[in-house]
């Protein structure tokens, strides 16, 4: 390209990872080859032996050029020069890619070879035509009991898992990846430390999921930037798999918090005027041109986004999770070491169940969650030392069954599985005619008891 060829050796200022470049403004007539987001190469005259610095645009004012360096501006001095490469971050894309780990600047960091002369796409491209989108109508199976049967991920949705600091939320995300039933899992994870990063590519590899998973991972010692490409690279690798290959993809981001506190460290960088508790101003902008890349494909496959969201300070009016709730289409609340079944909801579910899953499941979800509810409030009658009624001993019991099988993360069922254990549950604490359920269901799902069990009932 010609700007190749073209040095700006006027360098007026370098704020901690941001240098400010003086670029001559282009003609009358002509058009300027800088775009917001190609990437520079910045060569320090002072060192002629040390490989030239990468940069991103991520400001164009008049004749005045911000770059962000991707591995900080240690060394670099006022002398160097600049060249436009002409384009923005691109990616490598190919069926080569499957199995790797790269960085957030797409370097491989699995110790695997180089994957030379692939093919190459740019990063946050606009996202697809509504027209091209289709209804979903597809669940992804996690084996997860309290999203399957509570709050199935749909394909195409795109939900948050909302916690704290401290919570598993890495355990359930890694849980999700190894068991889901989709034909490629995309990862991406932001300030991660290395011990988080080995133990999601361990999950995925004794889980047997490593060869249809690529990882771009960007760790706390890594510069900003990358943690900002993360999303943008996981996305569009996504996408291309989706749309020229036909997959259905799961794309699974941690922490999402993390690349919003990217974008505000950029942004103070920049001198920019913050907003809600120093973060930028479009924010919600920012989150939902990469949440939107969630859609179905007409004629293809499919893209589907599950995220972790950190609330500092469990705060869910938090500026990440307050706008991430007006973009998504439901949450999962994880607190506790388990999904929280009153927190969490998926407004897609509606599209698949008792369509594409059993009969049974819309009135088996609506009676765990109505007895799980009685239980609650019994145990606060039994904290507060009233006199416990014999219904309510048992709906105590319902209590703690439900959530040793199935709010614990750590359990993994299959739909069909979870159903019958619900049914199971049901039986082990109540008669038939309590439940309240049809009773064409009723009669051909739930357990029938043994005579001894019918007579020590009595």
């Not at 006027?10 to 775009?35: F, M, N, T, W, Y």
């Not at 907003?275 to 989150?287: C, E, F, K, M, V």
């Not at 019991?397 to 254990?421: C, N, T």
Request: charged share 25%; net charge negative; with cysteine.
């Amino acid at each position: 390209m010609t700007q190749l060829l073209v040095r700006y050796s006027r360098i007026l200022e370098i704020i901690g990872d941001i240098v400010k470049v003086h670029v001559p403004a282009p003609q009358e007539g002509e058009i300027s080859d800088i775009g917001y987001g190609d990437l520079a190469l910045i060569e320090n005259t002072l060192d002629q032996e040390q490989p030239p610095y990468m940069a991103q645009v991520i400001r164009i004012d008049r004749d005045e050029v911000s770059l962000q360096l991707f591995s900080g501006t240690k060394g670099l001095s006022t002398q160097a020069g600049v060249r436009f490469l002409g384009h923005p971050m691109q990616v490598t894309f190919s069926p080569n890619i499957l199995g790797r780990s790269f960085s957030g600047a797409g370097r491989p960091i699995d110790g695997g070879p180089a994957l030379g002369e692939e093919a190459k796409i740019e990063i946050d491209g606009p996202t697809v035509n509504p027209v091209r989108r289709v209804l979903a109508s597809r669940m992804i199976r996690t084996d997860v009991p309290m999203i399957d049967i509570f709050n199935c991920l749909v394909e195409s949705q795109k939900i948050p898992i909302f916690s704290v600091a401290g919570e598993p939320y890495n355990r359930l995300l890694a849980q999700i990846g190894a068991h889901a039933d989709a034909d490629i899992v995309v990862f991406g994870g932001m300030g991660l430390i290395f011990d988080d990063y080995h133990f999601f590519r361990q999950a995925f590899e004794e889980a047997g999921v490593l060869a249809r998973t690529v990882m771009f991972v960007h760790q706390g010692s890594d510069p900003v930037v990358e943690g900002l490409l993360v999303p943008d690279m996981a996305l569009a690798v996504a996408e291309r798999f989706a749309v020229e290959e036909g997959k259905r993809v799961l794309v699974l981001l941690t922490d999402m918090t993390a690349y919003a506190d990217a974008l505000k460290e950029v942004g103070i960088s920049m001198e920019h005027v913050p907003s809600n508790r120093g973060y930028i101003g479009d924010l919600y902008s920012q989150l939902a041109r990469r949440y939107e890349k969630a859609c179905d494909y007409k004629g293809a496959g499919s893209v589907t986004i599950l995220s972790v969201t950190t609330m500092p300070g469990d705060d869910v009016t938090h500026p990440v999770p307050d706008n991430t709730g007006y973009i998504t289409e439901g949450q999962f609340y994880l607190h506790d070491g388990v999904i929280d079944p009153f927190g969490s909801l998926s407004r897609l579910k509606q599209h698949v169940i008792g369509k594409v899953t059993r009969e049974d499941h819309s009135q088996i979800m609506n009676t765990m969650v109505r007895f799980y509810a009685a239980a609650r409030d019994a145990e606060q009658k039994q904290a507060m030392s009233f006199d416990l009624t014999e219904y309510d001993e048992r709906l105590i019991r319902f209590g703690r069954l439900f959530h040793e099988r199935f709010m614990d993360i750590r359990v993994s069922l299959p739909l069909e599985q979870a159903l019958d254990l619900c049914w199971k549950t049901l039986a082990e604490c109540f008669e038939a005619k309590e439940l309240l359920m049809k009773e064409s269901l009723v009669s051909k799902y739930f357990p029938k008891r043994s005579g001894a069990d019918s007579g020590e009932r009595a």
